[in-house]
């Protein structure tokens, strides 16, 4: 991955786009994507709704009038929170991490005001940090009763288009912003936000039965390429490999492709899964399949799955652990992230905050990620 962002920096470069890039020349996969994330909501919200109505030469009530002004406030004002040079100022830094890097001892519910927090948060995007994400949002509503966070997945291609179209007020993504969608974002009047949140490999697992436990990334390449089709090209048993991936629009496809892959594209073998869990899946149950996935989904194989060890630019074989993660010699380490459009306000900027402190950083980790703080020691 590129440089690392420290948490709540506004950003102005990414990395690069590929399939997973949503915001292409002519807008298709932008579309694509934000056609699934309103589906996934259930529709789209309510301001958005509003936004049509208006069109239609509807009227707005008083209530409807005060959320436009608010919506305006979060897409318009917020990327004021630059300085003069162009980095965040005094205070746009979430509560949970200090301008050092460290992290409070835990959450404060409570708001400025004395009141605990409320309201609704949309939270859409990658299918890896969902679980972790959805347990910080339970225990956040159990500290705050009227707030309503509001957890949903579908990809981090989804998860980036709601945030730039101002559908959601949080993105989940495992992969950075390219230089288009933050160029996009610039072009709505904003700036995006983005947090890190804890630190991953995606794994290559195999079945428990297979024999190979050491591969390369040129391996990979041909196997998921379609080049090497026999275990026995591998030195395993005489059989076929059945390889699945992540669907399009995902940022661990995006990662393995860009890392893997290269400029190659999947052979026609590869079965698309919509879910790291459900390749996991796959994998525990046929002895002859091989795939990916995040640390946090290797729970659904258990035993019937192992982590595959890789090899890059004749490096020694590395297998993916909190050590290996954190020192970035495992090759296909990365951080996982959410995104706010502008500086984070109310309830959104409290959860976020959440998710940073000790609370919920010890979620990701015993979902089986690494927490981010372990990078900044």
């Not at 559908?167 to 610039?186: F, N």
């Not at 393995?256 to 390749?279: D, H, K, M």
Request: glycine share 14%.
């Amino acid at each position: 991955m590129g440089e690392a962002h420290r948490a709540g920096e506004v950003l102005r470069l990414g990395g690069g786009g590929g399939d997973d890039d949503v915001v292409g020349v002519d807008s298709v996969a932008f579309d694509e994507h934000l056609s699934q994330a309103v589906a996934a909501l259930g529709g789209l919200p309510p301001v958005e709704r509003l936004v049509e109505r208006l069109a239609g030469g509807g009227e707005a009530s008083d209530v409807e009038q005060a959320e436009l002004s608010q919506m305006k406030h979060h897409f318009g004002d917020a990327a004021g929170e630059e300085d003069a040079n162009g980095g965040m100022a005094d205070g746009a830094v979430g509560e949970g991490v200090d301008e050092a890097g460290g992290f409070a001892v835990d959450f404060d519910p409570v708001g400025d005001d004395g009141a605990s927090q409320s309201g609704s948060v949309q939270v859409l995007g990658s299918e890896s940090m969902r679980p972790a994400v959805t347990a910080c949002a339970e225990d956040f509503m159990t500290r705050n009763p009227d707030a309503d966070i509001i957890v949903k997945g579908g990809g981090s291609g989804d998860g980036v288009a709601a945030l730039l179209h101002g559908i959601v007020d949080i993105g989940m993504t495992s992969r950075e912003l390219s230089k288009r969608e933050l160029d996009y974002a610039g072009g709505r009047g904003f700036a995006v936000s983005i947090f890190p949140m804890a630190l991953d490999g995606v794994t290559v697992v195999v079945n428990h039965a297979n024999p190979v436990a050491t591969l390369s990334i040129d391996q990979l390449r041909e196997i998921f390429t379609g080049k090497i089709r026999n275990w026995r090209e591998l030195e395993g048993f005489d059989g076929e490999i059945l390889p699945f991936a992540r669907a399009a629009g995902s940022g661990t496809a995006s990662l393995f492709g860009e890392r893997a892959l290269g400029e190659e594209e999947y052979g026609p073998s590869v079965e698309r899964l919509p879910t790291n869990e459900a390749i996991v899946a796959e994998v525990a149950t046929r002895p002859g399949a091989i795939g990916y996935a995040g640390l946090g989904a290797l729970r659904v194989g258990g035993d019937r799955i192992k982590a595959v060890a890789l090899t890059a630019s004749a490096q020694p074989a590395v297998i993916a652990t909190p050590a290996t993660i954190i020192a970035g010699t495992y090759p296909l380490s990365r951080k996982l992230y959410l995104a706010t459009a502008g500086a984070p306000l109310g309830t959104a900027k409290a959860f976020i905050d959440f998710c940073l402190s000790a609370s919920g950083q010890a979620l990701f980790e015993h979902v089986g990620y690494v927490p981010i703080k372990s990078a900044a020691r």
